[in-house]
């Protein structure tokens, strides 16, 4: 489960702002549990299109 999508009980607020105390010790420990839930799509696309460009420079090296 990602931080962004979690609403907090104590506050209404999304959990990722931490607005109260509640809401940054759930955010502390789901990071703990998982520190690559703050992946954004558009990182991972980013971390995609990376891998493929040295993936392509390195066949075009050996080439």
Known sequence: MT????VCANCAGPVSEGRCAVCRAHRARLQQENPFANITPATLI??????????????????
């Open 46 to 63: 980013a971390l995609l299109v990376a891998l493929l460009a040295v993936a392509w420079v390195v066949h075009e090296a050996t080439a």
């Open 3 to 6: 931080v962004d999508r979690l």
